[in-house]
């Protein structure tokens, strides 16, 4: 059974680090992994997908990474602000017509400015 | 403006009572799902439809139940069976069966007084 990590469960920064966020998953035949934000009391908001095939995606300040092999992602951000403070889940999709994700626990970032 | 919408907002249930969340979307996407979110968790699947008429249960469905008679609607009913129902509940689309990029709406919070 698929089991996805993340690790550190919180993270307080200065305003302009830029950091890494870890998801760790058991299984390596994923067939894509997607990234969130969660603001408290809210939704999910989808921030990047990368299909099995891809090693990354990039979209603003956000850089997602994969490597399959050893069952890891990064989520990188550049430039931290303090509107980036949330949570932050990465879920792993893993095909073989499941159609469900199985979800990291989060990371809960702060940016202090 | 395109997008999934979770009604209500915030929800009370007294105990033995059955109660139904709404869940629409505009996205024309076929599959739509459900997550209960509880604190310090990852988000677990209740149930998912692939398609109109078409229902399947995920990893938590004990005491739930849900029905998808327009491709629009996902509405789910948290049975008195359930036996802890207070939670965060979200809903979530994607294009197709299989295309799995999902989107979340905004959440429902179930409190049983």
């Known amino acids: 059974k698929q089991e996805v990590t993340q690790i550190p469960a919180a993270l307080s920064v200065p305003e302009g680090e830029n950091l890494v966020l870890n998801c760790s998953f058991t299984?390596?035949?994923?067939?894509?992994l997607q990234w969130f934000r969660q603001d408290p009391g809210k939704g999910l908001t989808s921030l990047l997908l990368?299909?099995?095939?891809?090693r990354e995606q990039t979209s603003g300040r956000l850089n997602a990474s994969l490597d399959k092999s050893s069952g890891r992602s990064t989520l990188y951000i550049a430039a931290s602000q303090p509107g980036d403070s949330a949570t932050y889940l990465c879920a792993v999709d893993s095909g073989a017509g499941s159609y469900q994700l199985t979800f990291g626990k989060g990371t809960k970032l702060s940016v202090i400015p | 403006d395109g997008g999934i919408t979770q009604s209500p907002k915030y929800l009370f249930r007294k105990e033995g009572q059955n109660v139904t969340l709404s869940c629409e979307q505009n996205l024309n996407h076929d599959a739509m799902y459900w997550y209960r979110q509880d604190p310090g968790q990852g988000l677990r699947l209740i149930y998912y439809s692939q398609i109109v008429n078409d229902f399947q249960k995920g990893d938590i469905a004990e005491g739930y139940s849900v029905s998808r008679e327009k491709k629009e609607s996902f509405p789910l009913t948290v049975t008195s069976a359930q036996k802890n129902p207070t939670a965060f509940y979200l809903c979530?689309?994607?294009?197709?069966?299989?295309?799995?990029?999902?989107?979340f709406g905004p959440g429902t919070r179930l409190t049983v007084l």
């Open positions: 299984d390596s035949a994923i067939y894509n």
């Open positions: 979530a689309s994607s294009l197709l069966a299989g295309y799995n990029e999902q989107f």
């Open positions: 990368i299909q099995s095939s891809q």
